[in-house]
């Protein structure tokens, strides 16, 4: 595998269940990202790691929660959601914090019903 | 507010000729500028970035010019290619931070 991988592509859940997307990278990056996208809107940053250590967390509502086990892994884990919460959620890495280019995923499909 | 601002949801443009996407900026504050493209089903990737400290910068076919009394910056494309219908994504780093803002992006359609 190289690059940024997510897993699942797509996800469709139900307002009570309990999900988990998840990212890994395969660059030795220092930095991880969630963003989301909504239909026609601007990606929003939601999370930032950087070693490990979350640096930023966007108003994002509790209903989501990141995990960084380690620099590879990230995970976002979902309870409870909304049907405003459907998106492409996008997973990206980068060498460090700031003019660094940032590598992304595939992204995860999510439709919440 | 939007910050970063692309007016053009789409564009379509001949190949062989210059595509040129625009983006507008309000924090005066930003002083880095990138461009991703996205094909569906993939995410972004990253294109070409421009310092606030220059007014062009060129890698290719891509050349970006930024106009900072205008706030304004474009991404040229010259000769457009069928391979470069995407849809384009300006963003922008303010001199604190770390964060890109983004746009909304424009769709680029390359007509053969």
């Known amino acids: 595998e190289t690059g940024v991988t997510q897993t699942p592509r797509h996800l469709v859940m139900g307002m009570t269940n309990k999900k988990s997307l998840k990212c890994e990278q395969h660059?030795?990056?220092?930095?991880m990202y969630w963003y989301k996208q909504s239909a026609k809107k601007p990606l929003e940053l939601m999370f930032v790691?950087?070693?490990?250590?979350?640096?930023e967390n966007n108003s994002v509502p509790s209903r989501f929660s990141p995990e960084c086990p380690n620099s590879s892994h990230l995970f976002l884990h979902l309870h409870t959601l909304q049907p405003e919460d459907s998106a492409l959620y996008l997973c990206a890495s980068s060498q460090g914090l700031g003019r660094y280019e940032q590598y992304f995923g595939p992204g995860t499909r999510l439709t919440v019903t | 507010d939007q910050q970063v601002k692309q007016n053009s949801p789409s564009l379509s443009v001949q190949e062989g000729r210059i595509s040129i996407l625009n983006c507008d900026y309000t924090n005066s504050m930003f002083d880095y500028f990138l461009w991703y493209k996205k094909y569906p089903a993939e995410g972004p990737t990253f294109l070409i970035s421009i310092s606030s400290i220059k007014d062009k910068n060129e890698d290719g076919r891509f050349t970006v010019f930024l106009n900072k009394s205008a706030k304004h910056l474009s991404l040229h494309i010259v000769p457009s290619q069928p391979g470069d219908s995407a849809v384009y994504f300006c963003a922008a780093i303010p001199n604190s931070n770390y964060q890109l803002i983004w746009g909304a992006g424009t769709k680029l359609i390359i007509k053969p």
């Open positions: 790691y950087s070693l490990e250590e979350r640096v």
């Open positions: 660059l030795g990056h220092n930095a």
